[in-house]
T-cell receptor, first 114, second 111 residues
Framework: GAVVSQHPSWVICKSGTSVKIECRSLDFQATTMFWYRQFPKQSLMLMATSNEGSKATYEQGVEKDKFLINHASLTLSTLTVTSAHPEDSSFYIC??????????FGPGTRLTVL | LAKTTQPISMDSYEGQEVNITCSHNNIATNDYITWYQQFPSQGPRFIIQGYKTKVTNEVASLFIPADRKSSTLSLPRVSLSDTAVYYCLVGEYFGNEKLTFGTGTRLTIIP
């Protein structure tokens, strides 16, 4: 299957700062990538669908001005958490869609906002 | 998207076969069934996918009855490393459709 990487694997930041998380498709050209958030002991929650060369589609309740998504190339999508606060602390995971509706997930990024 | 229902948790001993059943009563004609495995602090990993009857790969088997309203993931001879959360999802056979994760089943393997 496809290989997806994320950077950084973990990040700690102060409240009010912005954090950028990169998601790279290493062996596949992904026109569509997905961003999820997962709180401890909970399931994955889809935040947005990232489309190469166009605006992302956000799920209901996800603030698009707070979670900025850029998908400028077929191998890179970025998620920027702007003005992060402690409640944004979570595990952020990206994925890309395979040919048969399976998705290939990145290893995740642990964000801790102090 | 069809909603899925799974047991919240299961325990099993090493070496046993484990079967995890998922209910998806309102599955649509074009929907496929996909199972993922997730270890703590890692992204989910694709395990197996099927449409009907039985699918087997090197990791697991997937049994789907004729009415497709449920499916069973079968893990043969589990080991401690199979301790994880297992998610059942249903969706159309298109690569770009968004997926909705349910609660998943937390499987704990006991030595």
């Amino acid at each position: 299957g496809a290989v997806v990487s994320q950077h950084p694997s973990w990040v700690i930041c102060k409240s009010g700062t912005s954090v950028k998380i990169e998601c790279r498709s290493l062996d596949f050209q992904a026109t569509t990538m997905f961003w999820y958030r997962q709180f401890p002991k909970q399931s994955l929650m889809l935040m947005a669908t990232s489309n190469e060369g166009s605006k992302a589609t956000y799920e209901q309740g996800v603030e698009k001005d707070k979670f900025l998504i850029n998908h400028a190339s077929l191998t890179l999508s970025t998620l920027t958490v702007t003005s992060a606060h402690p409640e944004d602390s979570s595990f952020y995971i990206c994925s890309e869609a395979g040919d048969y509706n399976e998705q290939f997930f990145g290893p995740g990024t642990r964000l801790t906002v102090l | 998207l069809a909603k899925t229902t799974q047991p919240i948790s299961m325990d099993s001993y090493e070496g046993q076969e484990v079967n995890i059943t998922c209910s998806h009563n309102n599955i649509a004609t074009n929907d496929y069934i996909t199972w993922y495995q997730q270890f703590p602090s890692q992204g989910p990993r694709f395990i197996i996918q099927g449409y009907k009857t039985k699918v087997t790969n090197e990791v697991a088997s997937l049994f789907i009855p004729a009415d497709r309203k449920s499916s069973t993931l079968s893990l043969p001879r589990v080991s401690l490393s199979d301790t994880a959360v297992y998610y059942c999802l249903v969706g159309e056979y298109f690569g770009n459709e968004k997926l909705t994760f349910g609660t998943g089943t937390r499987l704990t393997i006991i030595p």
